[in-house]
Structure formats: structure tokens, C-alpha cells
T-cell receptor, first 113, second 119 residues
Framework: AQSVTQPDIHITVSEGASLELRCNYS??????LFWYVQSPGQGLQLLLK??????LVQGIKGFEAEFKRSQSSFNLRKPSVHWSDAAEYFCAVGAIGANNLFFGTGTRLTVIP | NAGVMQNPRHLVRRRGQEARLRCSPVKGHSHVYWYRQLPEEGLKFMVYLQKENIIDESGMPKERFSAEFPKEGPSILRIQQVVRGDSAAYFC?????????????????FGEGSWLTVV
């Protein structure tokens, strides 16, 4: 069965601190992995994606993510968080031939001064 | 996601009324997806449509919900006799191709969402 687990519902970090958001997936096909960000009352913006090649992928806004096949993980990282990064972050998985993306339940990020 | 237009952005309905949510895909896209986001939850797939065809409705509730994507005009998600549990954000996404992902990793483009509140 396909599933995406984001074990951290809410994370609080200080501005300037590093960030890691966890994502684990279970998927029957070769996974294509995505991270999205959603600000309150807004739609989803694609941060980055992994589908092949280098397992460390760079995205927008200084985010990166590392795909670890052995751990079925695709964790999102940022070396130094900015106050504007406060938002909800969603991990998603899909595959060639699939009709939809499966989303995790999200991690809400709070940034404190 | 700049090209997917959803309206209304916010809709309030009383229990028992009908809600209609519209989605205009990116110009040239002929595939539309609807997702629902319940409070404190992630997005759940509802339905995938191609113009004049429903491709996959495995995520649609069996009753009261319907979707269409006519040859001309926007895609419509219709919820009849709304109940409080229908209160959610409804997101539309579009794609120029079959399926949610292509071999280059391109995926679907999301709109800004429509927030339905049932009172």
C-alpha cells in the first residue's frame, strides 16, 4: 500500500538555526518524491523533487532534500531558517503511470526570533 | 501553479445547500485533478478528469459529490446537500499529460484552493 509518513506534526526552530523535516514513504513502484510548502490560506508551492540521479537535490528558497532508498526516506533540510519559512510542509510521492500523488499529513514549522 | 485558477476562493454554505467549485486549468492542459484537505490533514486525492471523461474517481465519496470537465469551460466539483464534515480546502491541479508524473519528474500544477465552510 502506498503511504507517506511525516512523523513530526509541529516543529519550532529559532531563526538562523538549521532545519530537518522527516519524510518516510511506502510505495510499490519506483518513487518520484516531492516537497511542497503551503503558507496559511494559500496553495501549494513545489520546493523540490527527486526522480533519479544524484540523491541530494537542491530546491528553491535554499532548501535541499536527500533521498535514501535503504531507509525509504526523503528528508528536507535547510542550513539556516528565515522567519518567512514558517509554513506547512508536505511530502508527496508519485510514479510514472500513477493517477495521483500521495501526500503526507504535513509538518507545521514555526520560526521564533 | 500560477496558471490554475480556482473560484470562489472562499465559500460559505448552510447545511443542505449545494456547493460548486470551479477550476480553470493552465492554458493547454487537458487533465485536471481535485484534492481535498481536511483541517489538520494532508491532501487526499478525489478525482482525475480529462476533458469529457472521468479517468479515476477512486477518492470521491460515493454520495453527494460529483465532478465534470466539459469540452468547453472550467472543471466543476459539485457537492450536494453539504454537511459540516465537507468543510475543507479543495485544491485543483492540472497537467498537460496523462498521469501525475512524467519521466522527467514534472508533476501537476496546483491552484490556490477553494475554502468551503459549512455552517
Amino acid at each position: 500500500a502506498q503511504s507517506v509518513t511525516q512523523p513530526d506534526i509541529h516543529i519550532t526552530v529559532s531563526e538562523g538555526a538549521s532545519l530537518e523535516l522527516r519524510c518516510n514513504y511506502s510505495y510499490g513502484a519506483t518513487p518520484y518524491l516531492f516537497w511542497y510548502v503551503q503558507s496559511p490560506g494559500q496553495g501549494l508551492q513545489l520546493l523540490l523533487k527527486y526522480f533519479s540521479g544524484d540523491t541530494l537535490v537542491q530546491g528553491i528558497k535554499g532548501f535541499e532534500a536527500e533521498f535514501k532508498r535503504s531507509q525509504s526516506s526523503f528528508n528536507l533540510r535547510k542550513p539556516s531558517v528565515h522567519w518567512s519559512d514558517a509554513a506547512e510542509y508536505f511530502c508527496a510521492v508519485g510514479a510514472i503511470g500513477a493517477n495521483n500523488l500521495f501526500f503526507g499529513t504535513g509538518t507545521r514549522l514555526t520560526v521564533i526570533p | 501553479n500560477a496558471g490554475v485558477m480556482q473560484n470562489p476562493r472562499h465559500l460559505v454554505r448552510r447545511r443542505g445547500q449545494e456547493a460548486r467549485l470551479r477550476c480553470s486549468p493552465v492554458k493547454g492542459h487537458s487533465h485536471v485533478y481535485w484534492y481535498r484537505q481536511l483541517p489538520e490533514e494532508g491532501l487526499k486525492f478525489m478525482v482525475y478528469l480529462q476533458k469529457e471523461n472521468i479517468i479515476d474517481e477512486s477518492g470521491m465519496p460515493k454520495e453527494r459529490f460529483s465532478a465534470e470537465f466539459p469540452k468547453e469551460g472550467p472543471s466543476i466539483l459539485r457537492i450536494q446537500q453539504v454537511v459540516r464534515g465537507d468543510s475543507a480546502a479543495y485544491f485543483c491541479a492540472s497537467s498537460p499529460r496523462i498521469g501525475a508524473v512524467d519521466p522527467s519528474g514534472n508533476t501537476i500544477y496546483f491552484g490556490e484552493g477553494s475554502w468551503l465552510t459549512v455552517v
